[in-house]
């Protein structure tokens, strides 16, 4: 009788083992993330995408915002149905997020209970900031264009005033060719003068 009794307790307990067991809840936790928790990405991701540990079902959610509680997602989250065990949750960002800390807070149902389990995780984003052209310079304004002499002091180009003896020579080719013209020109004047003149006849003279 004794060794009955002892077989029923052990059956007993075996059952009461197998039917805590199916009553145990399911949860779908988070297994990796791009981007993934704590990293820096270099510029603006389009996407956060999660991975849990279970399948999920329609209904679990990832909503990312920045340091100001701003949200920072073009949508809402949506199960990879291209995934067989669909364990996968996407979520579209807004494009040309600045730079900053983001939170990550999402929510999982699964798929095998209904039960939910909430987390969140950080992720911050450098160098997604547009570059700025730097400035053309203009051609006008450049010593090559304008013809003024430049000397090289101490690694550094300065302009500098023409010589002087440049200046003097300037000047007396400058006075050369003005009196070459002026004397020309009274040439011409001279000879012109000299051809439309009216003629005198000799018998015209007015004797002394």
């Known amino acids: 009788m004794k060794h009955k009794s002892f077989a029923a307790v052990i059956a007993a307990m075996l059952m009461l083992g197998i ?8 949860h779908a936790e988070l297994d990796r993330s791009n981007p993934e928790a704590k990293a820096t990405v270099k510029g603006s991701p389009k996407l956060v995408e999660i991975w849990f540990t279970e ?41 040309n997020l600045p730079n900053g800390a983001y939170t990550v807070n999402w929510t999982s149902i699964s798929a095998e209970d209904g039960d939910t389990e909430s987390d969140s995780f950080t992720f911050t984003i450098e160098g997604s900031g547009t570059p700025v052209a730097s400035p053309v310079a203009s051609p006008a304004g450049s010593p090559a264009a304008t013809g003024t002499p430049m000397t090289k002091v ?11 003896a440049q200046k003097a020579n300037f000047d ?20 012109f003068w000299r051809l439309v003149r009216p003629k005198r006849h000799p018998f015209d003279r007015n004797p002394r």
């Open 19 to 26: 039917a805590s067991t199916g009553q145990v809840s399911a």
């Open 55 to 95: 399948e999920i079902a329609e209904g679990s959610t990832i909503e990312v915002v920045d340091g100001a509680g701003k949200s920072a997602t073009a949508g809402e989250a949506k199960l990879d149905l291209f995934d067989p065990d669909r364990k996968h949750l996407t979520v579209e960002l807004l494009p």
């Open 154 to 164: 101490s690694g550094s180009l300065q302009y500098s005033d023409p010589p002087k």
């Open 172 to 191: 007396d080719r400058a006075l050369a060719i003005a009196l070459g013209v002026g004397a020309t020109a009274a040439l011409f004047i001279y000879g």
